[in-house]
């Protein structure tokens, strides 16, 4: 694996079908199984490793956001990659971008309505990342499910030559879904935050039981999180997969969504559900099995 720092670098050792994988950093078992997804239909895997800073808004933790690239490097080796892309914020953005993507109406409501400019920032380093890199599909995981919707149409209205691959969410096995935040909380918010999953899988249990209507699904996990007086909910909402915006029964392609604060630390998930006329299937995502990268560390 080598580890680079420009475009020209990445393009220059990749052939074949290309397989990339954007990140954050501070790898953890969500991630690896994006890389070990696209290892198995790639010939040539990219693994970018970037803290965007335009995606953090003024109160967000870009300072404190956790950066650790050696480790990266060895988690990202271990997996398959053959790329780690690497870049410095003045590789990425030498001059200040003026091209400025809004993907209308996806973003207005959910993480977008609680992030101003959030999404603006996430859509202008993916389209940089697609059209520099050019890979043959981009993974991205349905844990930041409106992520993926807003990256699904932003590939489609640019008409970029990309298949968008959504990867299941890995969680704990508590039920908890990885997230590079998580190591900020504590012993009690560790616990408090179960209360997250522990609603969006009871309500995914409902779903199973005949249950279609956004409100009682939405209920549900508002019950279970008010259990918890350590979390504060934002928001908990039945949403349509492709447009983004509520939706009160399911009867097309959609997730369960719910974000909340513990503490300083700002958690989302979600459960997907595909929809093929009266039957709904349930991507709860995975409970990790054998011991995480974390705890091995
Ligand atoms: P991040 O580094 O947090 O920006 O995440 C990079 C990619 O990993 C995004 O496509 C995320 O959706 C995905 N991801 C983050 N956490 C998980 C998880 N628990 N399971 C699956 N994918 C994840």
Redesign the pocket.
Known sequence: MITVRSFEEVRAASSGRIGL???????????L??LRTARAESDTVVVS?FVNPLQFGPDDDLDRYPRDLARDQGLAMEAGADILFAPEVVDMYPTDSHTHLTISKLTDNFEGAHRPGHFEGVALVVAKLLIGIRPTRA??????AQ??SVIRRLAIDLSLPVEIIG?????EPDGL?????NQFLGPDQRRAATALSRGLLAAASAVEDGERHGPHLEEIVAEEAGTEALLELEYVALADAATVQPLGELTTDAFLAVAARVGETRLIDNVAFSVDSDTVTVDR?ELLSGPSVLEEA
């Not at 994988?21 to 991630?31: C, K």
């Not at 993974?139 to 930041?144: A, E, V």
């Not at 990867?167 to 969680?171: A, D, K, Q």
């Open positions: 994988v954007p990140t954050m950093g501070a790898l953890h078992d969500g991630h199984r994006l490793v993974y991205f995981g349905r844990k930041d992520q993926l990867v299941s969410t890995v969680r879904a990885l997230s590079s935040r995502g």
